[in-house]
């Protein structure tokens, strides 16, 4: 048996053996707070649990009689581990949902977490938890004997947090700062791309504006801008004229737009054809195949409007045939690899590759490397992943990924994002979120993940960031995950809130959502 979860009116409880003194936990969920007790007594008739902070329903004095009635069975504690996922959104929601089905989990703590997660009893939120402090969650973790820590976000990783964690033997999924540079510098990336020859955008790197818009020039457009480091998934700029081409040069080199991580730009080549995202999980060696997914990166239906950090997403992409993939394998994920392990620094985490399927050859292309799970693929992905995700992903950490395979449910999965109206430009926090329980009684197959939402005085659920909500479905095929999580949508009244109405349609017949 995994965790056991326990819903009592809004609150729900969480137990697990602890691996090192053979304890039992209490987790609960809406709350900061985490209450031990023996395993050699489980009369717990006067163990104090608070009132939940959401609907103030107290659970003293129904506890004890539902606790008591719990078959709790002998597992041997080796095989389960207590795990901390580090990061706050809709991909941090997904994993810790999917960690808690794992037999191999005896709890989860989730540093910061929000609101959607610790409400919905998937995990304990710390909110209070430096996550790029590495000492603060070094001392975490040796408090409650964490053996896994799963790194949603790239930024502690490229701060070196897994660096940390490893040296001080804390198993950690997730790559280095040194390995990270795949992400935290897209000059890296391009230059392991030249160097080991897998294929990707013809390119230059320039600090200088005047040299980039001279290279622009000649190359002609449409091209593409970026921003080298980190810029919150906002750092791309398709031009699709020289005009637009030099102003993005100048927000960036001279009026420091993005900061430090805009201080040298990527100009690349306009590859037309469909994007995709392909997933693998690494173990510094070896590397396996997750499923793959396709996200919806521009704000408005029909792909129109500026890029965000992902509108919708759906999984699989019938774009990534089955052949496909195999040469994405081939000629992209392995030569990188090898080749970040040739440059002695080892990948150990999920390489996340952004394709472009040319138009013109039919082939992928490598656009850029995140060092994460993509969020909002993510959400898709880990509602239909079957295998023991605790078990995979500590395979990673040992070095042990060959021969590991992974088991998906069949059929599809969507995710539509719920954004605050304005992002990804300005946006208004604090507007108040209503009726998300009935969203997910539209069907079992419904999972509302928060990615930014917080709770008010009054326990309302309010809006706290720009990507605020992923609303997602599975189905025997991708018509009815979409009809599924459009019709869970359209359940939640959200005035703050938008979203698109096409999420799919270029795997499938048009269809307008109102």
């Not at 208004?428 to 928060?450: M, R, Y």
């Given at each position: 048996?995994?965790?056991?979860?326990?819903?009592?009116?809004?609150?729900?409880?969480?137990?697990?053996?602890?691996?090192?003194?053979?304890?039992?936990?209490?987790?609960?969920?809406?709350?900061?707070?985490?209450?031990?007790?023996?395993?050699?007594?489980?009369?717990?008739?006067?163990?104090?649990?608070?009132?939940?902070?959401?609907?103030?329903?107290?659970?003293?004095?129904?506890?004890?009689?539902?606790?008591?009635?719990?078959?709790?069975?002998?597992?041997?504690?080796?095989?389960?581990?207590?795990?901390?996922?580090?990061?706050?959104?809709?991909?941090?929601?997904?994993?810790?949902?999917?960690?808690?089905?794992?037999?191999?989990?005896?709890?989860?703590?989730?540093?910061?977490?929000?609101?959607?997660?610790?409400?919905?009893?998937?995990?304990?939120?710390?909110?209070?938890?430096?996550?790029?402090?590495?000492?603060?969650?070094?001392?975490?973790?040796?408090?409650?004997?964490?053996?896994?820590?799963?790194?949603?976000?790239?930024?502690?990783?490229?701060?070196?947090?897994?660096?940390?964690?490893?040296?001080?033997?804390?198993?950690?999924?997730?790559?280095?700062?040194?390995?990270?540079?795949?992400?935290?510098?897209?000059?890296?990336?391009?230059?392991?791309?030249?160097?080991?020859?897998?294929?990707?955008?013809?390119?230059?790197?320039?600090?200088?504006?005047?040299?980039?818009?001279?290279?622009?020039?000649?190359?002609?457009?449409?091209?593409?801008?970026?921003?080298?480091?980190?810029?919150?998934?906002?750092?791309?700029?398709?031009?699709?004229?020289?005009?637009?081409?030099?102003?993005?040069?100048?927000?960036?080199?001279?009026?420091?737009?993005?900061?430090?991580?805009?201080?040298?730009?990527?100009?690349?080549?306009?590859?037309?054809?469909?994007?995709?995202?392909?997933?693998?999980?690494?173990?510094?060696?070896?590397?396996?195949?997750?499923?793959?997914?396709?996200?919806?990166?521009?704000?408005?239906?029909?792909?129109?409007?500026?890029?965000?950090?992902?509108?919708?997403?759906?999984?699989?992409?019938?774009?990534?045939?089955?052949?496909?993939?195999?040469?994405?394998?081939?000629?992209?994920?392995?030569?990188?690899?090898?080749?970040?392990?040739?440059?002695?620094?080892?990948?150990?985490?999920?390489?996340?590759?952004?394709?472009?399927?040319?138009?013109?050859?039919?082939?992928?292309?490598?656009?850029?490397?995140?060092?994460?799970?993509?969020?909002?693929?993510?959400?898709?992905l880990m509602v239909r992943l079957?295998?023991?995700?605790?078990?995979?992903?500590?395979?990673?950490?040992?070095?042990?990924?060959?021969?590991?395979?992974?088991?998906?449910?069949?059929?599809?999965?969507?995710?539509?994002?719920?954004?605050?109206?304005?992002?990804?430009?300005?946006?208004?926090?604090?507007?108040?979120?209503?009726?998300?329980?009935?969203?997910?009684?539209?069907?079992?197959?419904?999972?509302?993940?928060?990615?930014?939402?917080?709770?008010?005085?009054?326990?309302?659920?309010?809006?706290?960031g720009g990507r605020v909500l992923?609303?997602?479905?599975?189905?025997?095929?991708?018509?009815?995950?979409?009809?599924?999580?459009?019709?869970?949508?359209?359940?939640?009244?959200?005035?703050?809130?938008?979203?698109?109405?096409?999420?799919?349609?270029?795997?499938?017949?048009?269809?307008?959502?109102?």
């Amino acid at each position: 048996m995994a965790c056991i979860s326990l819903n009592i009116g809004a609150t729900a409880l969480k137990f697990g053996r602890n691996c090192q003194n053979h304890s039992t936990r209490l987790f609960s969920a809406n709350q900061q707070s985490c209450f031990k007790f023996s395993s050699a007594n489980w009369n717990c008739s006067n163990f104090p649990v608070r009132p939940t902070y959401r609907r103030g329903f107290n659970t003293c004095k129904s506890f004890a009689t539902v606790f008591n009635s719990l078959y709790v069975d002998n597992i041997n504690p080796e095989e389960r581990v207590v795990v901390l996922v580090i990061g706050g959104g809709g991909r941090e929601h997904a994993l810790c949902h999917t960690l808690s089905r794992s037999p191999s989990c005896d709890a989860i703590f989730c540093a910061p977490g929000n609101a959607g997660i610790s409400s919905s009893g998937d995990a304990t939120c710390i909110e209070d938890l430096d996550v790029l402090d590495s000492s603060a969650v070094i001392a975490f973790c040796r408090k409650w004997g964490v053996g896994l820590v799963v790194v949603g976000p790239e930024a502690p990783l490229v701060a070196g947090l897994a660096n940390d964690l490893v040296k001080e033997g804390i198993p950690t999924f997730g790559p280095s700062s040194e390995a990270a540079a795949l992400e935290g510098s897209k000059n890296f990336m391009k230059s392991l791309c030249d160097k080991y020859r897998i294929p990707t955008a013809k390119y230059q790197a320039f600090t200088d504006p005047s040299a980039a818009k001279e290279y622009i020039k000649r190359e002609g457009a449409p091209i593409v801008v970026k921003a080298d480091g980190l810029a919150a998934g906002k750092g791309v700029i398709v031009a699709m004229s020289l005009e637009q081409a030099y102003e993005a040069v100048d927000s960036m080199l001279v009026e420091n737009v993005f900061g430090s991580a805009g201080s040298r730009v990527i100009v690349e080549e306009y590859l037309e054809g469909e994007e995709a995202s392909f997933f693998a999980l690494v173990d510094g060696v070896h590397a396996i195949p997750v499923e793959s997914a396709q996200d919806h990166k521009r704000v408005g239906d029909g792909d129109t409007g500026p890029n965000t950090g992902g509108m919708g997403a759906y999984s699989p992409a019938p774009v990534l045939t089955k052949e496909l993939q195999s040469v994405v394998m081939e000629s992209i994920i392995l030569p990188t690899v090898k080749g970040m392990a040739e440059e002695g620094c080892k990948f150990v985490g999920v390489l996340y590759a952004g394709l472009m399927i040319e138009k013109k050859s039919g082939l992928p292309k490598l656009i850029e490397y995140n060092v994460r799970f993509g969020d909002p693929e993510c959400q898709v992905l880990m509602v239909r992943l079957e295998s023991d995700l605790v078990k995979v992903l500590l395979a990673a950490c040992r070095g042990e990924l060959h021969g590991v395979s992974l088991d998906w449910s069949p059929g599809s999965a969507m995710v539509v994002v719920l954004a605050s109206k304005g992002y990804p430009s300005s946006y208004q926090k604090g507007t108040i979120i209503h009726k998300l329980e009935e969203a997910e009684q539209v069907s079992p197959s419904v999972k509302v993940f928060h990615a930014g939402t917080a709770f008010d005085a009054d326990g309302n659920f309010i809006a706290t960031g720009g990507r605020v909500l992923g609303v997602t479905a599975t189905g025997e095929d991708l018509e009815k995950a979409r009809d599924r999580a459009y019709q869970a949508v359209e359940q939640i009244s959200w005035p703050g809130g938008f979203y698109r109405r096409d999420i799919g349609w270029r795997a499938l017949p048009h269809k307008q959502y109102s």
